[in-house]
């Protein structure tokens, strides 16, 4: 199987450098003289900087260097060309941000995992308070890396979110979780990430995950699909993708409510079955009393509209009960349990005390 990631093109090359504002030119000459101490010949042109040396040596010294804040690597642009390649205005497609290739630098172990399918499922179990009970399990991801260690979930997915990958992660973190949420035996429903891009590929939709449900004999009831907050409205045909899948019996969920794009809105427009509340808001929520209002008026809604709420975050006692007062019967956090590669079956009940 080829590689997920485009090569990183790690030969000599004659490297191009764009930058948002021609008056910027004059610093950066002056700052890449300084991290390459003068041993290369830059050209310094009306629009861009122009010199030639090992692209991948190049990238690893602006790494080590440190001279770069965050603004400039998303604005300034890089065109590697072939050593006596003509620049020419076709050539333009292939520049990508400094921060494309410092990540596409970083992409063996992201292209490892998608090549090896080399993710794990930890579970979270979300908690009944009246009850103490598990009701059901939130699955996240993992990566194992070439030396099986674990890779932190906001790196790697980050990382294919820039490398514009995260369809195909996502795709395999999904049906990851369910085979391994039966090979655990798991009877209650598991809660599965589920960026909206996804609904973009029907295929995978309708087919996949119902072939996985078959596969292992599980049922459309036991998976909950958590939409994650989306810089981009939910359009009409993918409102209709997520209503056949409600319609086959999978329950959808808003995670991160209360934060992010128009919650309130999304609520209306795609109608889930749960709502997940943000940590932001359970955070202290029995210091502040606008905090306390906003849970409890979103609680109300919910209820007359038959979605269940669930708080995320939970860490102490004081939010918990404070929590409860206000309506919140089902929540996850710390306070019950971390994420672990195994199903926690009983939670200790002092969180009630």
């Not at 890449?32 to 629009?47: A, C, G, P, S, T």
């Not at 990508?96 to 630098?105: G, H, P």
């Not at 996804?198 to 958590?226: A, G, W």
Request: aromatic share 10%; charged share 30%; proline share 4%.
């Amino acid at each position: 199987m080829g590689r997920f990631l485009p090569e990183f093109p790690a030969s000599r090359k004659k490297i191009i450098v764009f930058v948002p504002h021609s008056d910027y030119l004059n610093y950066l000459l002056h700052k890449f003289n300084d991290i390459f101490k003068h041993d290369v010949e830059i050209d310094l042109m009306d629009d861009y900087l122009s010199f030639e040396m090992e692209f991948d040596k190049f990238i690893d010294l602006a790494l080590s260097s440190q001279e770069f804040t965050q603004i400039e690597l998303e604005e300034i642009t890089l065109l590697p060309l072939d050593v006596g390649e003509t620049f020419t205005l076709r050539c333009l497609k292939n520049s990508r941000t400094f921060q494309y290739w410092i990540d596409l630098r970083r992409s063996d172990v992201l292209d490892f995992v998608l090549q090896n399918e080399s993710l794990t499922t930890f579970f979270q179990p979300v908690v009944n308070y009246k009850t103490g009970k598990v009701v059901c399990y939130e699955c996240l991801s993992r990566g194992i890396d070439q030396n099986g260690e674990l890779i932190a979930p906001a790196l790697l997915f980050d990382l294919a979110k820039r490398l514009d990958v995260l369809l195909e992660l996502s795709k395999l973190a999904i049906v990851k979780a369910l085979k391994v949420s039966k090979q655990k035996n798991i009877t209650q429903p598991v809660s599965i990430n589920f960026p909206p891009s996804i609904l973009l590929d029907p295929d995978f939709v309708y087919k996949t995950i119902s072939d996985e449900l078959e596969k292992l004999k599980m049922r459309p009831e036991q998976v909950i699909l958590e939409l994650t907050e989306s810089e981009k409205e939910i359009k009409e045909f993918e409102k209709f993708v997520l209503e056949s899948l409600k319609k086959r019996g999978i329950k959808i969920a808003i995670d991160d409510f209360g934060n992010g794009f128009s919650s309130l809105e999304r609520l209306a427009n795609l109608k889930p079955d749960i709502i997940k509340i943000d940590m932001g808001l359970v955070r202290d929520i029995q210091k502040d009393r606008l905090k306390r209002y906003m849970v409890e008026a979103l609680v109300s809604m919910a209820k007359k509209s038959d979605i269940q709420v669930i708080a995320e975050g939970v860490e102490t006692k004081e939010e918990c009960k404070t929590l409860f007062a206000l309506g919140v019967d089902l929540m996850q956090g710390y306070l019950f349990a971390k994420p672990g590669p195994e199903p926690l079956r009983e939670i200790d009940q002092n969180f009630s005390k």
